[in-house]
């Protein structure tokens, strides 16, 4: 696509691309926003450097692509209920969100896409990985394909290896732990592009429908491996002001936990979403 408005330059080859000549804190006219939206669905994560974004700002921004969510597990600023600070303390240990995943796919309709912005970082480390879903399915064999096809993911809000990464944040926030199920196709064809994309993750799908957790296992961590292998990745460094925008439905995304004794807050707004299909 040729881009009138905006300037595009692709971070990988898998996905992920860098968009520059823009101010997200200024007025942004209709084709401009309709231009970042296709850089979107065409590199499937876009980045915005050197932005300065009050929370408000950002939500303001958020909204000219979809519909604010609250995040189901935590709080929002006080001054800004939709805008959800996602915080690493020096003290803490573990990261939030600290391992590959599509957000919140345990609910029945899971967000359309996320927004983060880095407020305060590390000096070094804290890098996030992408991973680009249409190719994860694309490259399975026709056999596998047709295995998919029939096969429901029951994602749970409550799977070990995610929650343990939300714990401290909960205890934090005096927020519930609540048990929250989705259940979604495996293979989910996107509703805008028509394509297919692979539709589980390691965080929060535990089994298929229909099948016990032990005869689903198998499949499912080799689905886990083979979707996000390094020819399917890209890998995006933070600087202050930094903006990624990735697109749920389609990528996956892994906040790499590499920085042991420092501060990290990051400010996020989430899209609603549609279900599934």
């Known amino acids: 696509m040729t881009y009138r408005h905006i300037e595009v330059r692709r971070a990988a080859g898998a996905l992920g691309a860098e968009i520059g000549g823009v101010n997200l804190a200024g007025p942004l006219g209709d084709e401009t926003i309709s231009e970042i939206r296709q850089s979107l669905l065409d590199h499937l994560v876009i980045f915005f450097r050197g932005q300065k974004l009050t929370p408000q700002e950002q939500l303001a921004f958020a909204q000219r692509f979809g519909q604010p969510m609250e995040y189901p597990q935590l709080k929002g600023l006080p001054e800004c209920p939709l805008v959800t600070p996602v915080i690493k303390l020096e003290h803490e240990r573990v990261n939030f969100g600290g391992i590959w995943h599509s957000d919140t796919t345990y609910l029945e309709r899971p967000p359309m896409a996320s927004m983060l912005y880095a407020v305060e970082l590390p000096p070094f480390g804290g890098d996030t990985l992408f991973a680009n879903q249409y190719l994860a399915y694309e490259t399975l064999s026709e ?10 993911g029951i994602n749970s809000s409550t799977k070990a290896e995610a929650s343990k990464t939300r714990e401290d944040r909960l205890r934090a926030a005096g927020a519930e732990r609540k048990v929250l199920v989705g259940e979604h196709p495996v293979a989910r064809t996107h509703p805008e592009t028509g394509r297919k994309a692979l539709y589980v993750n390691v965080g929060h799908t535990a089994q298929f429908k229909g099948w016990t957790e032990q005869e689903s296992r198998p499949l499912l961590d080799f689905l886990f491996r083979h979707q996000v292998q390094a020819e399917f990745s890209c890998r995006f460094r933070w600087e202050p002001g930094s903006l990624a925008f ?5 990528a996956q995304h892994y906040p790499v936990n590499d920085y042991q004794g420092f501060r990290r807050v990051m400010h996020r707004v989430t899209l609603a979403g549609d279900t599934p299909r």
Not at 143 to 152: D, N, P, Q
Not at 246 to 250: A, E, F
């Open 143 to 152: 056999g596998l394909k047709r295995v998919l096809a029939g096969l429901t």
């Open 246 to 250: 990735w697109d749920n439905r389609c």
